[in-house]
């Protein structure tokens, strides 16, 4: 089965600093990736997802990036953060058509 | 606005009430699922529906898909303060399967 690693559990930055948080998937092959925000106790935005190395398709414009350098890892970047960027960072990464998502335990960023 | 819209919002309840929890779009979604996610950790899937009308038992929680698969409700009977958490649903659309969108989720708190 799949199992999505995700590091660091916390973060704190100071505003303007850059942002790398890594995600890396285990026991799936060719997965699409998935980078979700979560604001305190609700839903999860999609930001970014990715059906391929090098391939991104961008749902929400904003300060943030994303790349896939290889099949089983995606990055989440920014250049300079904002204090609008804090949230909870969920990687999850599935098998393709109708199949599960699996999540990783999430990052708490706090911009400050 | 949100592509799948969840109600109620908040839930709180007495152990041993019943209760259900809804997910509707106006979309069509060649899946729904459900997860259920407890704070400061990523959502774990409960169940994938897939067929239009399909019903699916889980333990005491029954969740069925609307013969137009656009929208799907969890039932859960005698509810246990262990179902506390946030109840998610997730749509894989059918026009677009590789991005899984999020309703807002139902904050369900069960009292002892």
């Known amino acids: 089965s799949q199992t999505i690693h995700q590091w660091p559990a916390t973060l704190v930055q100071p505003v303007g600093s850059p942002l790398s948080l890594e995600c890396t998937v285990e026991?799936?092959?060719?997965?699409?990736l998935y980078w979700y925000r979560q604001a305190a106790g609700r839903g999860l935005q999609l930001l970014f997802y990715?059906?391929?190395?090098?391939?991104i398709s961008s749902e929400v414009p904003q300060n943030l990036s994303a790349s896939r350098p290889q099949d089983r890892q995606f990055i989440l970047s920014s250049k300079k953060l904002l204090l609008s960027d804090s949230g909870f960072y969920l990687c999850a990464g599935t098998g393709g058509y109708n199949s599960p998502l699996h999540f990783g335990n999430g990052t708490r960023l706090t911009v400050t | 606005t949100q592509l799948l819209e969840q109600s109620p919002q908040f839930l709180s309840i007495q152990e041993g009430e019943n209760l259900t929890v809804y997910c509707n779009s106006s979309?069509?979604?060649?899946?729904l699922q459900w997860y259920r996610q407890e704070p400061g950790e990523g959502p774990v899937l409960l169940v994938t529906v897939v067929t239009g009308g399909e019903v699916k038992k889980l333990k005491r929680l029954t969740f069925q898909f609307g013969d137009a698969r656009k929208d799907s409700s969890l039932h859960i009977t005698a509810a246990q303060t262990g179902d506390t958490g946030l109840y998610l649903c997730?749509?894989?659309?059918?026009?677009?399967?590789?991005?899984?969108?999020f309703g807002a989720g139902t904050r369900l708190t069960v009292k002892p």
């Open positions: 979309s069509v979604f060649s899946s």
């Open positions: 990715s059906v391929g190395i090098g391939q």
């Open positions: 026991g799936t092959s060719n997965p699409n």
């Open positions: 997730a749509g894989d659309e059918w026009e677009n399967n590789n991005d899984m969108r």
